[in-house]
């Protein structure tokens, strides 16, 4: 397993941008394909977005397409999301997570470890 911390969240009002950092613990990440969930309170967890090992194919949620980017770094073992026109349903607290799979998945099931979450608050 690999150890995940993510940053970068906070209070941001509606329209603006926000972006989540995800440093990963081992020098492996390269092998890992990672994704970015988030859970809003009272709500289900769900995928926003992954980005395969080599960070050529990338994979979006409907509802954050042509807002949000992925992108990894593997020199610095680190994934990013990059937010934008953030809207007040965006408000969640995130969490990366690493798959073996290194294609990437959309099943939580595929990913085998989880940061601990950053809050994304959202002011309408």
């Known amino acids: 397993q690999v150890q995940l911390v993510e940053s970068g969240g906070g209070l941001v009002q509606a329209g603006g941008s926000l972006r989540l950092s995800c440093a990963a613990s081992r020098r492996t990440f390269s092998t890992y394909a990672m994704g970015w969930f988030r859970q809003a309170p009272g709500k289900e967890r769900e995928l926003v977005a992954t980005?395969?090992?080599?960070?050529?194919?990338?994979y979006y949620a409907d509802s954050v397409r042509g807002r949000f980017a992925i992108s990894r770094d593997n020199a610095k073992n680190t994934v990013y999301l990059q937010m934008n026109s953030l809207k007040p349903e965006d408000a969640a607290v995130y969490y990366c997570?690493?798959?073996?799979?290194?294609?990437?998945?959309?099943?939580?099931?595929?990913?085998?470890?989880w940061g601990q979450g950053t809050t994304v608050t959202v002011s309408s």
């Open positions: 997570a690493a798959s073996e799979t290194r294609a990437g998945s959309t099943l939580g099931s595929t990913y085998s470890s």
């Open positions: 980005i395969n090992w080599s960070g050529g194919i990338t």
